[in-house]
């Protein structure tokens, strides 16, 4: 970057504060929520939500758990308002949530909030001016007494209407809006004079909202003046300190996090993050960091999909796919390293030895958010061969001996690498099969009979050999020994060892079929796999044998 062009930035001042005490807390219990997705959210989208998409929205809110939603800016449209109105006369808020409505310090504003609120069980008005120096400057060209007397107005117009919403228990807010930009002196000196006109009490608290508008600096500097805020405000008992933070420096997580460290009692924010500009924080994150750490947020994501399903269709907006907890990629591994280790955390898991969630790479289970752990591996170019061995085993009940993992891995590797993309799990199997169970050139088994007799068995076999009919019969101490004496005494191929041979059920049921690896050594040292599939036991390791001896033959070919 041209020197020139930083020279017109500074870093933001934080507070001095050297015996901050956040630093040594630790989170215990979940905040109050209040959701802003109908209003912050809204007002960000490039076409706000309809009436129906707002309700839906809503509804969904109430299902996660949200006793607080802030459902709009009731004077800044007709369709704000009617939303309002719909909620209250058709009866669709709950008696235990309380909705929330934003107002600028303008009368006229104010007389059209009140408005749409009568009728309401329980309301918050949310009166808000922006006090950071810049807006002081640029939009009020006004001084702090100023800007205060605003806020001061404000206030008193909304108090001296409250007696129009007698039957509803209301609840007032005021958030000095940019306050993370705001001197934390002038800060604290207008939330008092609001206070000296609302005076809230112990039983009757307002809510103070302090807004990280705009991330200006690292979330520990705004952790700071929220600790400041908590310890210098006048009745600080009579409160109740809101975070409401933005994502500008892609912190809001963080600072909101810290920020109830440093003594907040409640977080505003939205649903996956939207919000004007980078967003809002995202709800579902710190809600669900609770979940991860053993307390209860009293939020429910336990369908998680479900609810990004009604998020996207209602805002058009999409939760991208590394999203925290909700994204598509979240619970799925592409390296081959990540894949072992989970593969052997869920399986420790499963066997019950443990009473903590402590697998490698999930931080979560995915179970509690309505997620499958079938979404866990995926196979890329840089799947290992514990991932494609898990994906064979958990899909198809494929379980491949450890040393056929190591050859048939890289056969994977190669393969999708030259394909440029990922591969599902039934491609996969489609590659297992080719590479070994389908393999029948130049060796296919024709006809199969074996005997045993006092231990010595024998079998005659029918092969095409390169199209051509050939009978062949051999002895040897199992089907396996004998079928590969027959093949070398008719000298159809060079002598060769059978190094490994196992064999498994893959199928339930009256047709079971069973899978037979063979693993071969071929006389100029050339080791190779080769597995059979078939309903008969005696069948499936004898294909296993010529698939082996198939592949060899094309390895040679190749070679
Ligand atoms: O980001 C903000 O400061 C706001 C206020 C209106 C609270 O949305
Ligand atoms: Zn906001």
Redesign the pocket.
Known sequence: MNPLKLRKYRPFTGITLPDRKWPNQTLTHAPMWCS?CL??GNQALPTPMNIAQKLELFQTLVRCGFKEIEVGFPSASNTEFKFNRLLIEKGYIPNDVTVQV?VQAREELIERTVDSLVGAKRAII?L?NSTSPAQRRVVFERSKSEVKLIAVQGARWIQERLSRLEGTTMTLQY?P???SATEVEFAKEISEAVMDVWKPTPTRKMIL?L????EVATPNVYADQIEWMCRNIRNRDSLIISL?T?NDRNTGTAATELGLLAGADRV?GTLFGN??RTG?VDLVTIALNLHMAGIDSGLDFSDLNAVRTVYERCTGMLVPPRHPYAGELVFTAFSGSHQDAIKKGLAEWERGNRTVWDVPYLPIDPGDIGREYREVIRVNSQSGKGGVAYLLESQYGINMPKEMQREFGPVVNDWVDGLGREVSAIELKDKFEKEYTLRDCPFALQKLTTVDEDGIHRCWATLLVGGKERTITGEGNGTIAAFVHALIREQLVEPFEVLDYQEHAVDAGEDASAIAYVWIRTNDGGQFWGAGVDTDIKRGPILAVLSALNRACSHLRQG
């Open positions: 802003v209003r912050d934003l949310h808000y958030s809006e940019s306050f909202n807004p990280c508008t705009v409401h933005h505003e919000g004007e809002n």
